[in-house]
């Protein structure tokens, strides 16, 4: 059994034939306008973190080679132990050729004139191969020092700077003409938003003034919130516009759509091999347990399409309740559905799940909270199937932390059953903040089923226990 999920990498033949989500068709649309835009621009691709940029990215970029298209993949999370962007953005140039190629020293060459800090990193970062040798740190140092002073010096001449850069865009441009087969290079630039904000505000500096030549079409994969707060701790406030800023660097922004959360759930469920629990015939063969795995799998999509889960949440939610699901037995009580609610519930609501944990709340003060939580979905949505799986959680909930509370001894004089009997008819024993006789009457013939069901002595602390993986796993 799986307990993370692997990336999803592309075939080169069919880069998307393990896409779950059906965005094929954005990388079409994507491409047509690398296509019809060649002469280069900046794209922004746009989405929160956890949406499967990085995922799409990589299949795109298998589909434009698959086209014929030089692609180049930085991602800049990963390198931004390097301090100076110049640096690595030309290393990730150097791949499209051999090494022994000239056009990319000539361009090397003019790169040098527009830094003042590659040659001392350079210099430095040899410095420990020779004090082996015998040369002394004081020696190297008074060398690296006069070759700094010598490029200060020219770097500084304003004039000499600007025709460098002049210089090196022109040689960028020659170099790109010379290696891309007639076709724009695109250069991928992933996880910026999660870089020190230092060193993605250079990466945008750099892409801007060093790299806008034509023949380059830039791919920025990002969270423009997130990289908006960098920017922000890059100049120290709060009031910078980071959308008018980051115009100056984006020519075309592209929103990846929402991802499609059935078919998305329909896969984990496969991948994380629900499968061979709920629908094993050792459980099947029970027939108060048929149909779990598909209330499993309903539920779950339900959840993540109200509260907005990304893809990266709904892995991790789907992996924690597998691992949930291997402590229980084949013959236990599962409740797939509360089950799946706790798990929610300790991510998104973690006050009022260590409340259920450690059996603070009074029955009554369970039903105000939980229905404060979700009177929305209680309430707006009283006929809709949805909201009835809400009802039938609280009816559990209600049922089994009853059960819990009893046996902790923290029964009072003035407890009451939470159903009693007026005039012969069964009625709930507490107050229910949805002021709807259709919620209360559905909530009533729902904690009465549990009453006359097998696992009516059930314990809410069970499935916690569980969840906290205070169990062994088998």
């Not at 020190?196 to 791919?219: Q, T």
Request: net charge negative; with cysteine; hydrophobic share 35%.
């Amino acid at each position: 059994m799986e307990i993370k999920h692997k990336e999803l990498l592309p075939e080169a033949d069919q880069p998307f034939l393990h896409c779950k989500l059906d965005r094929q068709k954005y990388a079409g649309v994507l491409t047509s306008i690398v296509q019809n835009y060649a002469e280069g621009f900046v794209l922004a691709l746009n989405g929160e973190w956890g949406t499967g940029k990085t995922t799409f990215v990589r299949m795109w970029q298998a589909s434009l080679e698959k086209e014929n298209y030089k692609t180049i993949y930085f991602n800049a999370w990963e390198n931004d132990f390097e301090n100076e962007p110049l640096t690595a953005l030309l290393g990730e140039l150097k791949k499209l050729v051999d090494n022994h190629d000239d056009s990319y020293k000539s361009l090397l060459k003019k790169g040098v004139v527009i830094t003042k800090n590659i040659l001392p990193a350079l210099a430095k970062g040899v410095i420990s191969k020779y004090m082996d040798a015998g040369i002394t740190l004081d020696v190297l140092e008074k060398s690296i020092d006069a070759a700094t002073d010598i490029l200060d010096k020219e770097v500084e001449e304003y004039v000499n700077k600007k025709q460098g850069l002049v210089d090196f865009k022109s040689e960028l441009e020659k170099y790109i003409e010379a290696n891309n087969d007639g076709k724009p290079v695109v250069f991928i630039i992933d996880e910026l938003d999660r870089c020190r904000p230092d060193y993605a505000v250079e990466v945008l500096e750099k892409v801007k003034h060093f790299f806008s030549v034509k023949g380059i079409v830039f791919v920025l994969s990002i969270d423009k919130i997130q990289l908006g707060n960098s920017i922000q701790g890059y100049y120290g406030s709060h009031n910078i516009n980071t959308e008018e800023y980051l115009r100056r660097f984006i020519d075309l922004e592209y929103k990846l759509p929402e991802p499609n959360a059935k078919a998305f759930c329909d896969y984990l469920y496969i991948y994380y091999q629900f499968n061979e629990f709920f629908d094993t015939r050792d459980r099947t063969q029970y027939t108060i347990f048929s149909g779990e795995g598909e209330r499993f799998r309903n539920f779950t999509r339900k959840v993540f399409e109200k509260y907005n889960y990304t893809l990266r949440q709904q892995e991790k939610i789907f992996a924690h309740s597998r691992i949930v699901l291997r402590s229980f037995k084949v013959n236990n009580f599962v409740f797939p559905h509360l089950l799946f609610f706790l798990i929610h519930l300790k991510d998104r609501e973690p006050e009022f799940y260590e409340k259920l944990k450690s059996i603070e709340f009074s029955v009554q003060e369970l039903v105000y909270d939980y229905e404060k939580l979700f009177s929305t979905i209680l309430y707006d949505e009283i006929e809709n199937d949805y909201s009835k799986e809400f009802i039938s959680i609280e009816s559990l909930l209600i049922s089994f932390y009853n059960n819990a509370f009893l046996r902790s001894g923290k029964r009072s004089r003035t407890y009451k059953d939470i159903i009693i009997t007026k005039e012969n008819k069964p009625e709930l024993s507490f107050n229910t903040t949805i002021n709807n006789e259709n919620f209360r009457d559905q909530l009533l013939r729902f904690i009465i089923g549990v009453q006359n069901s097998e696992y009516y002595g059930f314990e809410i602390k069970v499935l916690i226990n569980k969840i906290d993986l205070l169990e062994n796993i088998t």
